[in-house]
């Protein structure tokens, strides 16, 4: 794309732009959606982010104690909850101990569980069930959405209730599921390309950042979970 001198890139998630900020610094890039971007290293910060990257942030940890809630809410019995974290995602690294609060509240305990491989995920459930859980938030990450149908199986098998991200998950088999559906966030964002390309925006000026907000994007979604 560099070689063909193209107006614009768009990536539709982190893996992508970072590829896409390795082969240019010039060629403005439009993120599909993303998650915590300065963690991640996509940019400095949102106020003053530098480079040639612009897009739609989504921060999903922010939701992880709200996530609990419903599930606790969809659930009443549950006590210990395994928490499935990707370990490639850096947003993931507090997980879960920035929702202490709310745990303590709703008088549940945590199991973090993670697995960075599709091969990993039979082992992480039956790490899940051997640490006593009868409860699973699922965390969102490009690995984790993209083989959500094997994980959610996996947790159906070993009789899981899960919550999880938006509507995708819920499509796939999750219980609950509350947050941002990627396809109407990249929607969004293609309009960020039509913009660039219509304005002329050169190619060495930082362009804005956008954050998905609840008022826009948050939803819940509710699927009744088949018995095995």
Same mark, same amino acid.
């Given at each position: 794309m560099?070689?063909?001198?193209?107006d614009?890139?768009?990536?539709?998630?982190?893996?992508?732009?970072?590829?896409?900020?390795q082969?240019?610094?010039?060629?403005?890039?439009?993120?599909?959606?993303?998650?915590?971007?300065v963690?991640?290293?996509?940019?400095?910060s949102?106020a003053?982010? !530098? %480079?040639n990257?612009?897009? +739609?942030?989504?921060r999903?940890?922010e #939701?992880?104690?709200? *996530?609990l809630? @419903? /599930?606790?809410?969809?659930?009443?019995?549950?006590?210990?909850?395994?928490?499935l974290v990707d370990?490639a995602e850096r947003?993931?690294?507090?997980v879960?101990s920035?929702?202490?609060?709310?745990?303590r509240?709703?008088?549940?305990q945590?199991?973090?569980v993670e697995?960075?491989?599709p091969?990993?995920?039979?082992g992480?459930?039956?790490?899940?069930?051997? !640490? %006593?859980?009868?409860a699973? +938030?699922?965390?969102?990450?490009?690995? #984790?959405?993209?083989? *959500?149908?094997? @994980? /959610?199986?996996?947790a159906r098998q070993?009789?899981?209730?899960?919550?999880?991200?938006?509507?995708?998950?819920?499509e796939a088999?999750?219980l609950v599921?509350?947050g941002?559906?990627?396809r109407?966030?990249?929607?969004?964002?293609?309009?960020?390309?039509?913009?660039?390309?219509?304005s002329k925006?050169?190619?060495r000026?930082?362009?804005?950042w956008?954050?998905?907000t609840?008022s826009?994007?948050?939803?819940?979604?509710?699927?009744?979970r088949?018995?095995?």
């Amino acid at each position: 794309m560099v070689r063909l001198k193209v107006d614009v890139i768009f990536a539709p998630s982190a893996p992508a732009t970072q590829a896409a900020q390795q082969a240019t610094t010039t060629i403005p890039i439009v993120v599909g959606v993303a998650v915590d971007l300065v963690a991640q290293g996509l940019v400095e910060s949102l106020a003053q982010p !530098g %480079g040639n990257l612009t897009g +739609l942030e989504l921060r999903d940890v922010e #939701l992880l104690g709200k *996530r609990l809630e @419903l /599930l606790k809410e969809a659930v009443p019995t549950i006590s210990r909850v395994a928490v499935l974290v990707d370990p490639a995602e850096r947003s993931h690294d507090h997980v879960p101990s920035n929702i202490a609060v709310e745990t303590r509240a709703l008088g549940v305990q945590l199991l973090r569980v993670e697995a960075n491989t599709p091969e990993a995920f039979a082992g992480a459930v039956a790490a899940m069930v051997q !640490g %006593g859980a009868d409860a699973l +938030l699922m965390m969102d990450s490009t690995l #984790l959405a993209r083989h *959500r149908q094997q @994980l /959610l199986a996996l947790a159906r098998q070993h009789r899981l209730p899960t919550i999880a991200g938006g509507r995708h998950f819920a499509e796939a088999g999750s219980l609950v599921a509350y947050g941002a559906y990627p396809r109407d966030l990249c929607q969004r964002s293609a309009g960020l390309v039509e913009w660039i390309r219509s304005s002329k925006v050169p190619r060495r000026r930082s362009c804005p950042w956008s954050r998905a907000t609840s008022s826009t994007w948050w939803s819940i979604w509710r699927q009744l979970r088949h018995s095995a």
